[in-house]
Nanobody
């Protein structure tokens, strides 16, 4: 059974940074597009950033990603560790949400359980 396990969330102050990690297992990690989504209370889940299996990155500014994260968040992957990261800098209260790891490939979608990020002012 495919597993995606997120970590790194927590409570931080405005302007601080966090790095989220997601470790995938029981699937061919390097051949899947990996992404981070977030869902704030009362809002729909939205794409934050995606990194394809070939390393192409979509972060903010696209029609499906929030412009507000561009220049502050960055996604990366380490296929040797089956891990995708989301570096989040200059955090704002509006970034408060549950952040979910997503794997997409071969017509399949997989989700992690989510990690809570809370930014306090």
């Amino acid at each position: 059974q495919v597993q995606l396990v997120e970590s790194g969330g927590g409570l931080v102050q405005v302007g601080e940074s966090l790095r989220l990690s997601c470790v995938g297992s029981r699937f061919s990690f390097s051949t899947y597009d990996m992404a981070w989504y977030r869902q704030a209370p009362g809002k729909e889940r939205e794409l934050v950033a995606r990194i394809s299996s070939t390393g192409d990155i979509t972060t903010g500014g696209s029609t499906t990603s929030p412009d507000s994260v561009k220049g502050r968040f960055s996604i990366s992957r380490d296929n040797a560790k089956n891990t995708v990261y989301l570096q989040m800098n200059s955090l704002e209260p509006e970034d408060t949400a549950v952040y979910y790891c997503n794997a997409r490939g071969y017509g399949l979608w997989y989700w992690g359980q989510g990690t809570q990020v809370t930014v306090s002012s």
